[in-house]
């Protein structure tokens, strides 16, 4: 007769304080809220993102308490701790997901150089798995950070003549995820004379995750502000950056685009060059989709800056609806909105008010949006200043226009 089989172990019962609120799921990289509660950093991160998308408030899954705009994701390192030890008692056959363990398990440090060692002969999967690995969780991002030559390693591969494409975007994607310091940023710029065509490129990509892994790095390398880098970048890299605004790749990346956007536009003449490469437009018309308040708010910051140039005024006044959609965000996005609105108001009033718009400006409702802001508590005493300056500059026109009520003409200075 044959032997029979030993009975399997019986699937271990996981712990309910190590299972994520959200997905139901073992914790991989536990992160906390204010609130006190504890989610898998995926699916918080994916709850935030939807609330953002669908422009809701956010608020914490379990408590329904409000969350602030700009939340940081606080590391759970003991709960990680505690899960990581459970996993390890266990024997296989168990019942929880093999990519649960392998997530939770230590990786030591041979094994990152034995990557890293891998990726700088541009292999690919070597790539893919440091990718991985960052992803996971944050202790083991900080591990590779701390790993001796990962920059330069990842910054050949990115620039390197026989890479390929691929090897790029993977390349790109992990340099992305991790807090590069801003001394090794300057010695990525210094070392490799190609850097923004290689960018570039991967902006070109029809990945679309790749498109906003690579508008963030370029996002860190204008924060640092090498001058010689900065001006000299030429006009593909910035259109493909603006590109990804106009194609709303992703709220993240577009709030990278913008920042970057931001950080290259105090030098003159990357302000006619990113003009050039058709900002003006794509902002105008970002802010015609209404997005959320931080994107709207670095929108107009943007167009104000590039507003200052005479070309960037004239691509404004020239849409259509240019000047109308930048008087709409006063007073009705927040006080930092309605402060660069009125800037930038306040340069096409000084430098570009022809005829034609001083008219547009009352019939948009622009005129009269300007002047409920002088009584608005909502706006501040500089802002409110420049709206005296611009109503005060143009009062002789607009006081004939019939698009304003007498109660609002009585406000104008005499």
């Known amino acids: 007769m044959a032997a029979m089989a030993p009975p399997s172990a019986p699937p271990a019962e996981v712990p309910s304080y190590f299972l994520c609120p959200i997905s139901l799921q073992l914790m991989r990289d536990p992160v906390t809220l204010p609130t006190g509660i504890s989610y898998d950093r995926a699916a918080i991160s994916r709850w935030l993102a939807s609330a953002a998308a669908s422009s809701s408030s956010r608020t914490c899954p ?32 168990s019942g929880v997901e093999e990519e649960d363990v392998d997530a939770l398990r230590p990786v030591h440090r041979d094994e990152l150089a034995s990557l890293l060692s891998d990726a700088a002969a541009d292999q690919v999967g070597a790539l893919r798995k440091l990718g991985e690995l960052v992803a996971e969780c944050e202790h083991r991002r900080a591990m590779l ?168 005024r004239a691509e404004l006044v020239a849409h259509a609806a240019g000047v109308a959609v930048v008087g709409k965000k006063v007073l009705r996005v927040s006080e930092a909105a309605s402060e660069r609105a009125v800037r930038v108001l306040r340069s096409v009033a000084r430098h570009a008010a022809t005829p034609a718009v001083l008219q547009e400006m009352a019939q948009a409702g622009v005129v009269g949006k300007l002047c409920l802001a002088l009584r608005s508590e909502l706006c501040g005493v500089k802002t409110k200043e420049k709206v005296h300056e611009v109503l005060k500059l143009h009062s002789r026109v607009w006081k004939s226009s019939p698009c304003l009520s007498p109660k609002f003409l009585a406000l104008y200075p005499s």
């Open 145 to 312: 950070e701390s790993q001796d030559g990962v920059f330069d390693v990842l910054s050949r591969v990115l620039t390197g003549a026989s890479a390929c494409s691929t090897a790029r975007e993977e390349a790109v994607g992990v340099l992305a995820s991790l807090r590069i310091p801003e001394q090794e940023l300057v010695r990525i710029v210094s070392r490799h004379a190609n850097l923004a065509q290689s960018l570039t490129a991967v902006l070109r990509s029809s990945n679309l995750q790749s498109r906003a892994q690579a508008v963030r790095l370029v996002r860190a390398l204008a924060d640092v502000s090498v001058p010689a880098w900065v001006i000299g970048l030429d006009q593909e890299l910035l259109a493909e950056v603006i590109r990804v605004v106009r194609d709303r790749v992703s709220t993240r990346a577009t709030k990278a685009a913008l920042h970057a956007l931001s950080a290259l536009c105090p030098y003159g003449r990357n302000r006619v060059k990113i003009v050039g490469a058709g900002a003006v437009p794509a902002l105008v018309e970002l802010l015609l989709d209404e997005p959320e308040r931080r994107v709207c708010e670095l929108a107009l910051a943007v167009l104000d800056r590039l507003c200052t140039c005479a070309e960037g």
């Open 62 to 93: 379990v408590t329904r308490q409000p969350l602030e705009p700009e939340l940081q994701l606080t590391p759970n390192h003991t709960l990680r701790r505690l899960i990581g030890s459970w996993v390890a008692t266990l024997s296989p056959g």
